[in-house]
């Protein structure tokens, strides 16, 4: 079953932030790696349960991406119902965990 990708605003701007801070629209080293990036998060319209809960909660899941040092994790939930899946954060593997659950 597919499942729709939706990007929150919250996870957009992490993306912009992303692109801006790694020079993307300047380094094509960068530019490939920011589209691979993508790529991950649009791979979980086949399989969204086959990465791991988070630590912050188990409504809440991880796509991790990337090589150290730079490891971002993807962090999303499930929607069964209307079978989508909602990107809610973006951000490097290295900082600390999400205070509070998205909403």
Known sequence: ???????MPRAERDLAAIYA????ETSDGAWRWYLGLERAIL???????????????KRMRQLRYGNKPYVYRV???ILERPKE???LHIRHGAR???RQEPR
Do not use: F, G, N, W
Request: charged share 25%; with cysteine; hydrophobic share 35%.
């Open 75 to 77: 962090i999303y939930r």
């Open 85 to 87: 899946v909602e990107i």
């Open 21 to 24: 801070s790694i020079h993307a």
């Open 43 to 57: 791979t979980l319209e086949r399989s969204p349960q086959r990465c791991p809960v988070t630590p912050e909660s």
């Open 96 to 98: 600390d965990r999400v």
């Open 1 to 7: 079953m597919t499942y729709l990708v939706k990007v």
